[in-house]
């Protein structure tokens, strides 16, 4: 069983940074795809960016040159790095692992096989 454990969300002006880690604990194979996904309210939940197992990485174009994801793969931990954050970046941020389809790696809702709890990110203006 695999068990994400999402930090450091929270609430900062517009122009602000936050980032985010997510612990990753049970076994991960090395192939899967891991990302972030975000759902604000009354939205449907949307990728925000992943990273594949050779270490490229895909971003939806609302936060391209803003975030960065990244991972620590001795110590199991997935970062995003956010800067420059917006309003309507505010939502409900979601770790996730992609096992359906890793090797693609698409951001795809269908293909996420964990979530974790999520961390709330508030920007305001």
């Known amino acids: 069983q695999v068990q994400l454990v999402e930090s450091g969300g929270g609430s900062v002006q517009a122009g602000g940074s936050l980032r985010l880690s997510c612990a990753v604990f049970g076994y991960i194979s090395s192939t899967d795809c891991m990302g972030w996904f975000r759902q604000a309210p009354g939205k449907e939940r949307e990728g925000v960016a992943n990273i594949n197992s050779d270490g490229s990485t895909r971003y939806a174009d609302t936060v391209k040159g803003r975030f960065t994801i990244s991972q620590d793969n001795a110590k199991n931990i997935l970062y995003l790095q956010m800067n420059s954050l917006k309003p309507e970046d505010t939502a409900m941020y979601y770790c996730?692992?992609?096992?359906?389809?890793?090797?693609?790696?698409?951001?795809?809702?269908?293909?996420?096989?964990?979530y974790g709890q999520g961390t709330q990110v508030t920007v305001s203006s």
């Open positions: 996730a692992v992609q096992t359906r389809l890793p090797r693609l790696c698409l951001l795809r809702t269908a293909d996420v096989g964990y």
